[in-house]
């Protein structure tokens, strides 16, 4: 007579039952901490209020941000394009400064929010090259 061992069939039979227990108790327990994040009454970013706090706790805290970087001078008709690249682009009418090397070397004004990164601004003072760095 063949001997089953007693202890691979309990194995498996406690297996069956521990794996959608153990599956259940992390999706509960990843459900928690994400919802934890929104119970803790956090202030709502998107009104005015919110993003006007939020701006000036970011300039506050971090000092000037950057803007982006100057790709086009037109010297003419006195206005620059501004590649934000990724950041969120500044208010129109925003006065913003020009920095080459640490140095200040003008400023301009957010005039139009072109096709996304790109900022247009009028220069107000300054000789601009394409390359300067543009700060809040």
């Known amino acids: ?64 941000r950057q803007v982006g970087m100057v790709t086009l001078v037109n010297e003419q008709q006195r206005f620059v394009l501004i590649d934000a690249g990724t950041s969120s682009p500044p208010a129109t009418g925003k006065e913003l400064k020009v920095f080459r090397q640490a140095a200040e070397v003008g400023s301009v004004t957010v005039s139009a929010i072109g096709r996304r990164p790109f900022v247009i601004g009028d220069i107000l003072r300054g000789e601009l090259r394409a390359g300067d760095h543009v700060y809040e």
């Open 1 to 64: 007579m063949i001997s089953v061992p007693r202890v691979g069939i309990a194995a498996a039979h406690l297996r069956k039952k521990v794996v959608p227990l153990g599956r259940w108790m992390l999706c509960a327990s990843l459900g928690m901490v994400f919802a934890g994040c929104t119970l803790w009454g956090q202030k709502d970013p998107d009104t005015p209020r919110g993003k006007a706090a939020k701006a000036a706790q970011r300039s506050k805290a971090h000092g000037p």
